[in-house]
Each structure stands twice: as C-alpha cells, then as structure tokens.
C-alpha cells in the first residue's frame, strides 16, 4: 500500500461505484468531487507518526482523517478499503496498522519486538577510512560464497520467470549461469584493462549470448559483479593492515562503545537481510537486554541510526525485522 511513504500514482487505484479510478492513467473531472479527494490522497506524503501531509499545499491530515475522507466519500465496500496496490485491498483497521508500522517510533519497536534476544547492525567493513585492511582466508571465503549463492537464487528466479517459450530458446539454467560465469572469468583475465561491464557489453552484443533476455542480462551482472568481488577479496587477504575486529564500535565519537561487551557476533559480507552490495561490510550482531535496548531508545526509530545502521531483531537466530536506513523502508517478519 506504501511506497517509500508516499501514495503514488503508478501502485494506487481506488475504487468507487464499480468504478477504477488509477492516478496515473484516468484524468480527474474537475466536477467530481470524489474524483478531485481521491487526486488529493495521492499527492499525500506519509510523515512523522501523526499525519499525512500535501506536498502542494502543505495541508496536514491526521491518519484518521485520512480514513474518515474515503469512508465519507464511498471508498469503503463491506468493511474493505477498496485501495488496489500491490498489497492489495485491506480492511480499514488494517490500513491504520499498515500506517503505524510505516512510522514505527523506537520505543514501540521494542515494545514490538520484546521477545527478541539479538539485533544487528551494519556498517562498511572498515569504515569507509582504511581501504584494502586484511581479512582472513576463511571468512573472505564465507563472504565470497555467500554472495554467490545469493545472486544465483536472483538469477534463478529471473530464469523462472521467463515463459516457456523464452526458456525454450534457451540452455538449462545452470549450464547457462557457468556457461557466463566462465566467458566473463576468461574476458577479466585477458584483458590487460579492466573491461567494459560484462552487463553492459552483452546490452551492446558484445558477449556469447546475444541481447534480448532480461534472465541473460542479470546473469551477466551478476558475473561482473562476482568478479569485483573477487579482486577485493584477494587485495584484502593479502593486505598486511589490520583493522581490528570490533574497531568500528571505537569509532564516532565513542557513541557505539556501550555496545563492545554485548557483541555475540560479527560477520563479514556483501550481502544482509536487507540488501547486497559490491563493498564489503561488517555485521555487528549483539545482545538484546535492557542495557542494549536503553542504548537503542536515544534514537527517535530505526531510520535515525547512522554510520552504523540497518536495525535487525532477531529471535532464536530467527530474523524478525529489518530495516533499510538509506533506502527508508522497513518489513516485518515475525509472521513469517
């Protein structure tokens, strides 16, 4: 129902009257009024833990309101919501709560998540200040492997998703994704210049297997990407500076130095619960008691950590909630 905190017009469709209305698509007649409330909802952008406000004019509604609006104006069918997204319809309590979560304060995330014994948070492995500092043989192995599995499983349901007849025309998907694998191994080893990127060379014709297949595409990215990997890997296991484990916590002004005795854990890696890169970061996965949890509470939520980020719950190892800083988004999980 949200994106980004914001309605807009390419997800939201409200129905009124057996009748579609899709921002994007159907112009507003200036004289219906339903019409002209269901325009004004989209402009609505979601903020703070009370309201919506009008980017054009700066009107600020009570989420309450906002509810109030639709029913008065029809929106409601037999107790649903009639707001087609990609999540579909939702009852109006479900909206509400929908709503909430978007704007989550920290103190109802530990509430929420009181049963929770771990959280997590991330930041770039060295700190974005000591390029190249060493990582050992197995952990950059571990890295390495993840991030592989993780692209391929991207891969495979790309290949999944192409219809019979596209797959058809195509070789089995593993013989296919090492079959790539190999070309762009073999074109990085080659050339004396690092190469065009293998994604962009094939979108040119450049490569084995010719332009026309988004699955294709993703394979060749995914085999560029791997190859970036590699190389800093190999600088970092062989690079003689050492930035010791739980250095990062040192740093900032000593803001994370409370978490250092409640450490459970820390792993490297391209890739965590809420997104993959081609730099690598260190997840600290700590304790969650009331001394952690009263460190967590001097941040308004999840979206207001900084430099260390990305807030994780976990219960029994099993993820809970996660949370996107940069990207401003965060899910729920423990229904799952």
């Not at 592989?148 to 596209?166: G, K, V």
């Not at 190999?182 to 014709?205: Q, S």
């Not at 002004?253 to 890169?277: F, G, I, M």
């Amino acid at each position: 129902m949200f994106d980004g905190g914001k309605y807009t017009a390419g997800t939201v469709e409200l129905v009124k009257g057996g009748k579609v209305y899709n921002f994007e698509r159907d112009p507003f007649p200036e004289n219906d009024g339903s019409g002209l409330i269901c325009e004004k909802l989209a402009d609505y952008y979601l903020y703070e833990n009370d309201g919506v406000k009008d980017i054009e004019d700066g009107i600020t509604l009570k989420y309450n309101t906002a509810v109030d609006y639709l029913r008065e104006n029809g929106f409601i069918d037999d107790g649903l919501l009639t707001v087609k997204s990609i999540d579909g319809s939702a009852t109006v309590e479900e909206f509400k709560r929908a709503a909430d979560f978007e704007h989550i304060t920290m103190p109802e995330l530990l509430q929420k998540y009181a049963d929770c014994d771990e959280f997590s948070l991330t930041g770039l492995y060295d700190g974005g200040f000591r390029l190249n500092s060493h990582l050992d043989r197995e952990p950059a192995d571990a890295a390495y492997k993840k991030l592989h599995d993780d692209l391929y499983a991207t891969c495979r349901t790309q290949y999944d998703r192409l219809t019979e007849e596209e797959k058809g025309a195509l070789l089995d998907f593993d013989f296919l994704f090492n079959d790539i694998k190999e070309e762009v191994d073999a074109l990085y080893r080659k050339k004396r210049k690092r190469p065009l990127f293998p994604c962009d060379m094939y979108a040119e014709n450049k490569m084995k297997y010719k332009q026309g297949n988004s699955a294709l595409w993703h394979i060749y990215h995914t085999a560029g990407f791997l190859q970036e990997v590699k190389e800093d890997l190999s600088a970092r296991v062989a690079s003689t500076v050492v930035y010791p484990d739980l250095a990062l916590l040192d740093d900032c002004d000593s803001l994370y130095l409370p978490l250092k005795p409640y450490v459970n854990r820390t792993e490297a890696t391209y890739t965590w619960h809420c997104t993959t890169q081609n730099v690598l970061a260190k997840v600290f996965y700590f304790k969650l008691n009331d001394t952690t949890k009263n460190w967590l509470l001097q941040f308004k939520d999840d979206y207001a950590l900084s430099y260390l980020d990305d807030l994780a719950f976990y219960k029994g190892g099993k993820l809970q909630f996660s949370s996107c800083t940069h990207e401003g988004f965060h899910t729920d999980l423990s229904d799952k």
